[in-house]
């Protein structure tokens, strides 16, 4: 008898947990998170560079640099998903009415990993570096100031984003942050000797070792004191220098939980059912007029604009996972680009190519385009300007990037300059105003004098845009998003939309249990709520 | 016209930058900006949402701007022979842009833009549900909520709502129909602080009491004077989940789904156990969809309602819903 009703009882319990599993229910309170796991990543950069003050703006480089950083590091504020900016290592926060004087109080109780607290000062030591020149940091008790000569009503934008870090150099110039992570070296034998027991961030470049099979791994353990709550995972082991379609096979093998995929890879990781996150577009691929070319003619520059067919380089050069650009900055950051138009008009570019003179640049003497943009794609597109030139009688020359090493510096070329580049652009900051700027400045696009060019007013940027892409002296080409690859365990997955990864939110899914182990009562449950795991050796109390 | 003259010297006066409060002030104001046009003429407005901001063109807050409009001198006009002044809502990272823009004769996109902090939008999604279980919202915020209780004090029939959120437990009473605080008491969870929600308030109808569940502890709140709590050691074991219905004997259990914190989830009533007829029934009768994952559920001491904390994944606000269950003749 009592065999019998134990039989009955499992069997019952079995099809109640069978429907519920079916139903895509659960009788727990299911959503709730796990501690533990090591988080797999692989990225394609071999070199990365964990100090905010030697990051380029806009290089592609410096995007993988930041994805890292926010490991160790936090920032002041944060930008949620909802436009609400959350306090991170400032919990307050107030300006005057100039929006040129900003007082930030620090968070109390905030520890650096290496164990000593955080306070004004170390704020004022780590922005002051990041900070334009216009800007003056100063620390009084528990509260920092910003002081600025001109209006910054969007420095929390700025703030929340780029490189805005807050870090603490210690002896022997390493970094150390407060972040949900601490870089702890590599698992034995997986790193170049003198990664090795490395605790903090150091503030030379990091680079993967040189081998045939990958990059060198590193390691970023869980911060048990961090202040903001202990990450889920225990550690993430990130491999770098992993080329794309490797990385593509370790997350189908399951070696990997979260990889980078590249544009080409994407429509086929998502044919073979991986799970695929897309940011917004976070890189623009663009031409630049050199200076001397710039003002030479202006016929040639919106010949060549006009050939350009930018449909044909999204969504078959890089299969739909890119889009044309019409302006500078994208629409999800401006809030203006739908106002831009280009379109492709073959009859108007060959009209203005009988106007050019034959012994002119784009006459006789082709037009010579240097790509400046790492990576195949940029080659690509650089062939796919060329063709679409050609069709309008304007040759156009490709030069392409010399080939340097991983993390080496691409010497400058020493043959005839070129008229024309082709770079790509990172959107680092979530203020559309510092982001311009920065573009304008780092290639030398002048800003027109009856055009404010400090007001963030959408108005004064849109003009700023269009003076420029009305000059012809940019064209924008595409606007590419960022993908990963994710695995079947990775869960709360909550990235923002501009790219960053908020890794200290992920979870890992256990693995299935086997058919026997789920008979178990339906409606007694084991709490699934997470218990901090034991503060590991070495780690503050 | 001497009051649109006035009108149009108002309007030079604003700022160059302009930041309104609400959607409701920014169409007002980008009408102002347009009325700065220096030609007054009949325009043909058109409304363009995109998709993912559908619904804050909302019909009174285009009249809002096709009042002020008219009122300067811009007066709205069906023909088609009119310029088009395109009125459209675009979303950023932090902010909600009211852009106008329109094409003048030298074939310049003239533009006018007003903006929005991005966190005074709301969106409220409903979503349907079933008959047998029935929601109202009784409380929302911006700050994560750990768990929520509403209760009954049997002696004087007042009803209060406790929340655990940002390190305090926090009590409320109902008044007039509104909920307004009482007072308030720090909760500590053991150890390192913990990125998951580890605190969780349950009525215990063993003890009748309303109790908080913290790790390795149970603590019985003192709701007499001023807000505090006593804690023994005692493991957890499970918030029991059973809620009676009028509709039948045996009682129903409240299922949740098993997404992660990204889906949006679903409340349902399971029956509790039994033969395999039943489980091979339909054991999910009643299911009522909520707009973000499930945090945590509570009971209340009669077993008929329960409080269920909500993430609102269109908003990023922390809900709680009064969970009841209605008979569906």
């Known amino acids: 008898m009592r065999f019998i009703e134990s039989r009955l009882f499992a069997t019952t319990s079995f099809l109640s947990v069978a429907t519920s599993f079916l139903l895509g229910l659960s009788l727990p309170a299911a959503t709730r998170p796990r501690y533990g796991g090591t988080l797999r990543v692989e990225v394609h950069t071999a070199a990365v560079s964990l100090d905010p003050r030697e990051w380029q703006m806009g290089s592609l480089q410096s995007a993988a640099n930041e994805k890292l950083a926010e490991l160790v590091f936090e920032r002041l504020v944060a930008l949620d998903n909802y436009g609400r900016f959350q306090p991170a290592l400032a919990t307050e926060w107030s300006h005057d009415a100039a929006n040129k004087r900003w007082r930030f109080v620090v968070r109390a109780g905030v520890r650096f990993s290496d164990g000593s607290a955080l306070n004004a000062e170390d704020v004022v030591v780590a922005l002051q570096p990041l900070l334009p020149p216009t800007a003056q940091v100063s620390a009084s008790g528990n509260s920092f100031l910003i002081q600025s000569s001109v209006p910054v009503p969007d420095l929390l934008e700025q703030l929340a984003s780029g490189r805005y870090f807050v870090y603490r150099v210690t002896g022997g110039g390493a970094l150390t942050g407060t972040g949900p992570f601490v870089l702890a070296g590599a698992p034995a034998g997986a790193l170049p000797s003198g990664e090795k027991n490395s605790t903090s961030s150091r503030a030379e470049p990091l680079s993967g070792a040189a081998s045939g099979t990958g990059g060198a791994h590193l390691f970023f353990r869980a911060n048990e004191d961090t202040w903001s709550g202990r990450p889920f995972v225990d550690g993430i082991d990130l491999t770098l220098g992993v080329p794309p379609l490797r990385a593509m096979f370790d997350l189908q093998l399951g070696k990997a939980d979260l990889v980078e995929l590249s544009p080409d890879l994407v429509a086929r990781a998502r044919q073979a059912t991986l799970r695929v996150w897309s940011s917004d577009p976070v890189t623009l691929y663009g031409l630049r007029f050199d200076d001397a070319q710039a003002s030479a003619d202006a016929r040639l520059r919106e010949a060549l604009s006009v050939t350009l067919d930018r449909g044909t380089m999204a969504n078959v050069l890089l299969q739909k996972q890119a889009e044309p650009a019409a302006a500078l900055l994208p629409q999800w950051l401006s809030g203006y680009a739908f106002l831009f138009n280009v379109d492709t008009n073959l009859e108007r570019a060959k009209e203005l190519r009988r106007g050019i003179p034959p012994n002119a640049v784009g006459g006789s003497e082709p037009l010579r385009l240097r790509v400046d943009a790492p990576g195949d794609l940029a080659k690509l597109l650089g062939e796919r300007v060329a063709v679409n030139a050609r069709q309008a009688s304007i040759f156009v020359q490709v030069v392409n990037r010399p080939v340097a090493n991983a993390g080496a510096r691409v010497p400058a070329p020493v043959d005839r300059p070129s008229s024309v580049h082709l770079f790509a652009w990172h959107y680092s900051s979530l203020s559309p105003r510092s982001e311009l700027e920065s573009l304008f400045a780092a290639y030398n696009l002048t800003v027109p004098s009856e055009v404010n060019a400090t007001s963030p007013d959408h108005e004064q940027l849109y003009a700023r845009e269009r003076r420029i892409l009305d000059d012809r002296r940019v064209l924008p080409l595409i606007l590419q998003a960022e993908s990963v690859g994710l695995g079947p365990s990775v869960r709360d997955w909550m990235p923002a939309r501009w790219g960053e990864w908020h890794l200290a939110d992920v979870w890992l899914e256990p693995p299935e249990p086997v058919a026997a182990d789920a008979v178990v009562p339906a409606i007694t449950t084991a709490p699934s709520s997470p218990e901090p795991r034991p503060a590991a050796s070495g780690a503050n109390p | ?329």
Not at chain 2, 79 to 105: R, Y
Not at chain 2, 223 to 240: P, V, W
Not at chain 2, 283 to 290: E, N, P, Q, R, T
């Open chain 2, 1 to 329: 016209m001497v009051f649109c003259q006035l009108l149009g010297f108002a309007a030079l006066l604003l700022p160059t930058c302009m930041r309104a409060e609400s959607l409701e002030d920014a169409a007002h104001e980008l009408a102002m900006k347009v009325c700065l046009a220096p030609r007054k003429q009949a325009v043909r407005v058109q409304w363009q949402e995109p998709p993912g901001a559908r619904g804050y063109l909302s019909a009174s807050r285009r009249r809002v701007f096709q009042d002020q409009i008219s009122a300067c001198g811009l007066e709205a006009a069906e023909n088609s022979d009119a310029p088009i002044l395109t009125v459209t809502i675009q979303v950023t990272p932090s902010e909600a842009l009211l852009i106008a823009n329109a094409i003048d004769a030298a074939s310049h996109t003239q533009i006018y833009v007003v903006e929005v902090p991005r966190a005074s939008l709301t969106v409220a999604r409903e979503t349907a549900s079933t008959p047998l279980l029935r929601r109202e919202l009784v409380w929302q915020q911006e700050k994560p909520i750990q768990s929520a209780l509403e209760w009954r004090d049997p002696a004087t029939e007042e009803r209060f709502l406790f929340l655990l959120s940002d390190g305090l437990l926090d009590r409320f009473r109902l008044e007039n129909g509104a909920w307004k605080w009482v007072d308030s008491t720090e909760f500590l969870s053991a150890g390192a602080r913990s990125r998951a929600p580890e605190a969780s308030l349950l009525y215990s109808r063993a003890k009748a009491r309303v109790e908080l569940a913290l790790p390795g502890k149970i603590c019985a709140l003192d709701l007499n004077a001023r807000l505090s709590y006593t804690c023994t050691a005692s493991e957890f074991g499970d918030k029991t989940r059973e809620l009676s219905t009028t509709c039948e004997e045996s009682p129903r259990y409240l299922a949740t789904g098993k997404g992660d914190y990204t889906q949006p989830d679903r409340i349902a009533l399971a029956r509790a156990s039994g033969t395999a007829a039943a489980v091979a029934d339909d054991s999910y009768a009643g299911s009522m969809d909520v707009p973000g994952p499930v945090l945590d559920i509570s009971v209340t001491e009669d077993s008929k309602t329960a409080s269920a904390v909500v993430k609102n994944l269109s908003t990023g606000n922390y809900e709680v819903y009064r969970i009841t269950t209605v008979c569906d003749h």
